[in-house]
């Protein structure tokens, strides 16, 4: 799987100092553990998504690496230095926030410009560095409007630019398309990705919708209750993923429960050669990856595991389709398809050994 | 989409009461400012403009008029000096204790302006607490007389009772101020001064200018902390209307005078009201 998004990631793994290094950090509120023990590393350039249910704790991290929150062990080096003992005010870090926290009284110029008129740069410098801004994020023609006279797709442009005009080493992004409409956040994914490759700065993303992850990140740290459940580029926790919890958040998954003897897996009436050691095992099987065949196929292929089932249910996606389908020995499977008209009855199906993915029960936490 | 009869019954109890309590005693307000008062100290029901000559004509009118501007003046600035630390204290910094600071600010509220009014004058006479405390530490030999019967008393009194008018919209105002703003100030690298005169105070000047309003009208009209404290030098603009209503029976130049009051007072309150508009952006 070459995609442009390998060099990024095994840079990181590669022992080059990282351009932010996140270590041992853990958090709570009051007696409530919120982050147990995080430790994470962001490449220079890397687009890194921090993806979590609410509550996972994805917020704090980002909050943490802010400085609006501090750990209460653990340590944070941007470039072999520590950044977690300094104030927010002197993190080389910006932020943008979830609800946009444009300053109402300036004007959109105004809220671009202000953190180069904190740092006290001269005026002309800072005319054309904002115009610059609100040209990349093409807000040029808004300059002059107060905050509240646009609307959010545009607060959220002028959000990214007031963050993005300081250069920043590191751009946090706190769920910033949550509250944009289906359409304006899937232009905004694009455009919000491409901009990352033209400035190459660092993004750390916190999302809780999967699929915008997987859309728009070099990695993908999923958190589950505070702690990393996997950290790795989107096809690799896709179609690899070591949890059962990565697995059913991450897309749809059908989780098989079966039990290994002498290099054969039994999961109810199906069987298949595994290479894995003896005792219970789970594993992944992705919808898209059980096939429907011609019946009475009887394939006798060591290769494939055939298995007859009954349509249960029909769910229409658009250009998929997924079906629920009830196996003969009470096993219940997802299965998506190309959409047909509709399909009734019994079917003859089958998959390969090879896309049952095995992974780890998630631990109980709480 | 209400029946007439319906609408009737709620507009009338509202209308009465702006009739029976607001339009007919500031018409004959009015109408009293154009009459006079005969030798025989009856009123003369014909117009004349002689209640406003005299108030120009009169230095002690003007004079007082003015002096009672410096003195709310001075209350005014006290009071938001007072309580914009309080209220910003009370906003950002008072945590769980946030409600007990609140009701300390609104008790003082509940006692009688009389009795808090009497109790400055205890502390200031010249048996008063900080005389005799002065005198017990040798600081001074004689009691000091500047303190009561005075301009300073007077200031001293009315921004004592009128903080907490200016505290509570000032608190309000910052309490509204998204605390994502101060997050995002600090994030663009403006250290706390900054944050504050740059995003905190713009954003409070709807509730400052509130604040400095309610401070300035209400110490402006008031007359009982110049009659318990103020002496001859702390007269005040309402002492000269409540006599002139009284011994002196001279009601058509009170009402002269209470009609240009009002005047003021409300151009003020317009001002402030667009000032505060001019600063409010949600």
């Known amino acids: ?366 | 989409m209400f029946s007439r009869a319906y609408r009737a019954a709620i507009t009338l109890p509202p209308l009465l009461w702006v009739v029976l309590f607001l339009l007919i005693p500031y018409g004959l307000l009015f109408c009293y400012s154009f009459w006079s008062v005969s030798p025989a100290q009856t009123i003369v029901h014909s117009w004349t403009l002689d209640n406003y000559r005299e108030l120009f004509r009169v230095n002690v009118y003007l004079q007082t008029l003015f002096r009672s501007m410096w003195i709310a003046g001075r209350v005014m600035i006290f009071s938001l000096l007072l309580g914009y630390p309080l209220a910003y204290y009370l906003s950002f910094y008072a945590g769980p204790r946030k409600d007990l600071f609140y009701q300390l600010v609104i008790i003082p509220l509940w006692v009688s302006y009389l009795v808090r009014a009497y109790a400055w004058k205890t502390i200031l006479g010249s048996d008063g607490v900080l005389n005799t405390l002065l005198q017990y530490v040798h600081l001074t030999k004689h009691p000091l007389e500047f303190l009561l019967y005075s301009p300073f008393a007077v200031v001293l009194t009315l921004t004592h009772i009128y903080t907490p008018f200016a505290v509570l919209p000032i608190y309000a105002a910052l309490e509204h101020i998204p605390r994502n703003l101060v997050e995002a100030s600090h994030d663009l690298g403006a250290s706390p001064l900054q944050t504050f005169w740059r995003v905190i105070f713009p954003l409070s000047i709807p509730g400052v200018l509130a604040g400095a309003t309610f401070a300035f009208v209400l110490s402006l009209g008031d007359f009982l902390a110049p009659l318990l404290l103020g002496g001859p030098s702390g007269i005040m603009i309402s002492n000269i209307v409540v006599s002139l209503f009284g011994a002196a029976y001279n009601w058509p130049l009170g009402a002269a005078i209470s009609l240009c009051m009002l005047i003021l007072v409300v151009s003020l309150l317009f001002l402030s009201e667009k000032l505060e508009n001019k600063w409010s952006f949600r």
Not at chain 1, 98 to 127: C, M, T, W
């Open chain 1, 1 to 366: 799987m070459a995609t442009s998004t390998e060099p990024v990631v095994t840079s990181a793994k590669a022992g080059l100092q990282p351009l932010l290094a996140i270590r041992n950090v853990a958090k709570s509120f009051g007696k409530n553990p919120v982050l147990r023990d995080i430790s994470l590393q962001i490449a220079e350039g890397e687009f890194l998504t921090i993806l979590g249910e609410s509550g996972s704790g994805k917020t704090t991290l980002l909050r943490i690496i802010a400085g609006f929150e501090s750990a209460n062990s653990g340590e944070i080096l941007m470039e072999g230095e520590r950044l977690d003992v300094l104030p927010p005010y002197r993190r080389r870090v910006n932020t943008v926030f979830q609800h946009y926290a444009l300053f109402p009284h300036l004007s959109v110029e105004e809220n671009v410009g202000y953190g180069l008129r904190v740092a006290k740069l001269p005026k002309d410098e800072i005319a054309v560095r904002v115009t610059d801004a609100l040209a990349m994020v093409k807000m040029a023609s808004f300059a002059r409007s107060k905050p509240a006279k646009i609307s959010g797709g545009q607060q959220q442009r002028i959000a990214l630019a007031r963050a993005l005009v300081n250069r920043p080493r590191l751009l946090l992004l706190d769920e910033p398309l949550s509250a944009l409409d289906a359409n304006l956040r899937r232009q905004m994914q694009v455009e919000l990705k491409s901009l990352q490759r033209e400035v190459g700065i660092s993004f750390v993303f916190v999302t809780h919708d999967q699929e915008e992850a997987m859309v728009m990140s070099d990695r993908i740290a999923l958190l589950r209750m505070g702690e990393l459940e996997q950290v790795a580029s989107p096809r690799e926790i896709y179609s690899h993923p070591a949890t059962a919890y990565t697995a059913q958040f991450i897309g749809h998954t059908n989780l098989l429960r079966g039990e290994i003897k002498s290099g054969i897996v039994r999961c109810n009436s199906l069987w298949w050669r595994v290479g894995l050691p003896e005792g219970p095992a789970l594993f992944s099987l992705r919808p898209e990856n059980i096939r429907i065949v011609p019946p009475a196929t009887g394939n006798s292929d060591i290769n494939v595991v055939s298995l007859r089932g009954k349509i249960q249910h029909q769910a229409f996606h658009g250009a998929t389709e997924l079906l629920q389908i009830v196996c003969d020995d009470g096993l219940t499977l997802s299965l998506r398809t190309a959409t047909r008209e509709n399909r009734q009855g019994d079917v003859q199906l089958e998959f390969s050994p090879a896309d049952a993915v095995p992974v780890r029960e998630s631990p109980e936490r709480g």
